[in-house]
């Protein structure tokens, strides 16, 4: 038995419940001592899956407001053997299109804001290899077949945001080694390692990066229109939540 805490959007969830076939399913609300937290609990076969909105269903709590440390107690609490993130981003590389579905092997995060349980005392933890490997290895094996070619591993640079980032932001992070760009994902990554829980990433890619835009180097980034593209591209996604699945 697979009990897989799978966190993303609205529209993750319910193209999820939409796609794969349940026994079950439960609304609950988690109490953590960070805050309560929604989850809809699903049994698939002799499965689970925990699903989380990391916007708690609303969609309008800005990225660095998001309460990471509440959503990662919670799938704890849930007793979660892995977790499988999906997360929207911005696309600095000519080869990763808008459209394209990949997963981290690599964060970077500069923001200076700290994700850590060990407030008061520290836990010095390893992020080495951030992602777990044989979760990246079974991403792989899918979004291969399903995009022959396509370079799928990829480095993740952590914004603060809520602002989009400027062309020159862009360049200099490509120098340093992003290769595309969100505000969330890796702070549940510090913090799921911190418990000892397997964590990998989906990336589905939603836009050019700023300043990126073939044609047109001045394109303004509009929330809505990376949102709307990001949420047309989540069929990959569901066969990645099925293969743990089955």
């Given amino acids: 038995m697979m009990r897989l805490g799978v966190i993303g959007g609205t529209a993750m969830t319910s193209l999820?419940?939409?796609?794969?076939?349940?026994?079950?399913?439960?609304?609950?609300?988690?109490?953590t001592k960070y805050g309560d937290v929604p989850l809809l609990c699903v049994q698939s076969g002799e499965n689970e899956l925990i699903?989380?909105?990391?916007?708690?269903?609303?969609?309008?709590?800005?990225?660095?407001?998001?309460?990471h440390l509440a959503n990662i107690d919670a799938m704890a609490g849930a007793n979660v053997d892995a977790i499988l993130a999906v997360c929207s981003v911005g696309t600095i590389p000519s080869d990763?299109?808008?459209?394209?579905?990949?997963?981290?092997?690599?964060?970077?995060?500069?923001?200076?804001?700290?994700?850590?349980?060990?407030?008061?005392?520290?836990?010095?933890?390893?992020?080495?290899?951030?992602?777990?490997?044989?979760?990246?290895?079974?991403?792989?094996s899918v979004l291969s077949k399903i995009q022959p070619g396509l370079k799928l591993s990829r480095t993740y640079w952590l914004a603060h945001g809520p602002h989009f980032e400027t062309t020159a932001e862009i360049n200099a992070i490509e120098k340093l080694g992003g290769e595309v760009v969100g505000m969330t994902m890796p702070r549940e990554c510090k913090l799921a390692a911190e418990l000892g829980i397997p964590y990998a990433a989906i990336l589905v890619s939603s836009n050019w990066a700023a300043g990126r835009e073939p044609g047109d180097s001045n394109k303004d980034l509009d929330h809505e229109e990376v949102s709307n593209t990001a949420e047309s591209k989540l069929g990959p996604v569901i066969e990645c939540i099925k293969v743990f699945t089955q």
């Fill in 16 to 31: 999820a419940t939409d796609e794969i076939e349940f026994t079950r399913s439960d609304n609950i609300v988690a109490q």
């Fill in 51 to 67: 699903f989380l909105e990391r916007h708690h269903g609303n969609g309008v709590t800005p990225p660095h407001k998001i309460n």
């Fill in 96 to 140: 990763f299109p808008p459209g394209s579905v990949g997963y981290a092997t690599q964060y970077i995060d500069l923001t200076g804001k700290e994700s850590t349980f060990f407030d008061s005392n520290a836990k010095f933890t390893s992020m080495t290899n951030p992602f777990d490997l044989d979760m990246n290895t079974k991403l792989e």
